[in-house]
């Protein structure tokens, strides 16, 4: 029987070795793709284990994102998603149907419009800027140069991010220092596309990642 569609995606078949944080990190650098997520949460119990839910501000993103990573492989297992048999206590609550159950309920952090609203000045300061000063951009390159990465990136979180767009190769994280990385594709053209769909991208809440072409 089919579920109705819901803000909550419920994931399974998901790697068990892995850190409970590291899970969720790795759910929200891919997922935040589709839309504005509220919360994350993962159990490490015998009974919960490979097991996510992700709870998005808007259905259509939570269709979104179940369509497209269905079955994508994630720490090499493929991904199961479904909705959600029932509403979060979070969405619930914006919606004023909530029932008080007996534990701590997280609330949203409505705090995303407005980092919204400075990134797209940033952007667009930023494009403005390139323009007066074609001299500040490197040349189109096929391999692209990441910084402002959090601490906790890593090459799998990487490659996924990348490995959604033609031509992606490889990524090369740089040696004792988190915040930078490589990524190598076919053709200039490929990077570049890469570049304008990925800049400013969120890994986490508090890193927007720069991307540039790497100097020849």
Do not use: C, W
């Not at 259509?60 to 497209?68: E, V």
């Not at 490659?159 to 992606?168: A, K």
């Amino acid at each position: 029987m089919d579920i109705r569609p819901n803000h909550t995606i419920y994931i399974n078949n998901l790697n068990e070795k892995i850190n409970k944080e590291e899970l969720k990190k790795s759910l929200y650098a891919i997922f935040s793709q589709f839309g504005q997520i509220l919360d994350i949460v993962a159990y490490k119990t015998l009974k919960m284990r490979g097991q996510a839910f992700i709870i998005f501000k808007e259905i259509s993103s939570a269709t979104n994102a179940m369509r497209t990573m269905q079955g994508f492989p994630f720490y090499d297992k493929p991904m199961r998603i479904n909705y959600s048999k029932t509403d979060s206590d979070m969405i619930a609550k914006l919606k004023g149907t909530f029932q008080e159950r007996p534990k701590r309920v997280k609330q949203p952090k409505p705090i995303q419009t407005e980092d919204k609203k400075a990134k797209k000045l940033k952007n667009a300061g930023e494009v403005g800027a390139t323009n007066n000063s074609a001299t500040a951009e490197q040349p189109p390159n096929q391999i692209l140069f990441l910084t402002n990465l959090p601490e906790e990136t890593n090459e799998m979180m990487l490659s996924m991010l990348f490995n959604q767009f033609p031509g992606f190769k490889e990524v090369r994280l740089v040696p004792n220092r988190h915040d930078i990385a490589f990524v190598e594709f076919a053709t200039e053209l490929q990077s570049g596309a890469a570049r304008e769909a990925l800049q400013g991208f969120k890994i986490t809440p508090t890193h927007a990642m720069k991307i540039s072409f790497a100097k020849k």
